[in-house]
Nanobody, 114 residues
Framework: QVQLVESGGGLVQPGGSLRLSCTASRSAVRFLGLGWYRQAPGKQRELVAS???????NYQDSVKGRFTISRDNAKNTVYLQMNSLKPEDTAVYYC????????WGQGTQVTVSS
């Protein structure tokens, strides 16, 4: 079973930036697609960005041009660089494989507010 631990969230003003990190417990993730997901209060969890084992990326339309997903297989880590943050980006952010495993980590809270 792979465990994924997210970090890097926080409170940021609109227009600011944050970089989220997610480290996996097993190096086998280098052969898997990975994704960042988010869940805002009262809403369903949604896919924000994904990256294949070969580093091909896809983004939700609302974050295109602002967010960048990347991976470092030597560190078993996937990143989400978030720029030009908006209040509607406020959510708990999770990483998981893509498609996702059944189990989810605790996530990391991102709050965009002035």
């Amino acid at each position: 079973q792979v465990q994924l631990v997210e970090s890097g969230g926080g409170l940021v003003q609109p227009g600011g930036s944050l970089r989220l990190s997610c480290t996996a417990s097993r190096s086998a993730v280098r052969f898997l697609g990975l994704g960042w997901y988010r869940q805002a209060p009262g809403k369903q969890r949604e896919l924000v960005a994904s990256i294949s084992a070969g580093a091909s990326t896809n983004y939700q339309d609302s974050v295109k041009g602002r967010f960048t997903i990347s991976r470092d297989n030597a560190k078993n880590t996937v990143y989400l660089q978030m720029n030009s943050l908006k209040p509607e980006d406020t959510a708990v952010y999770y990483c998981n494989t893509y498609p996702p495993l059944e189990s989810w980590g605790q996530g990391t809270q991102v709050t965009v507010s002035s």
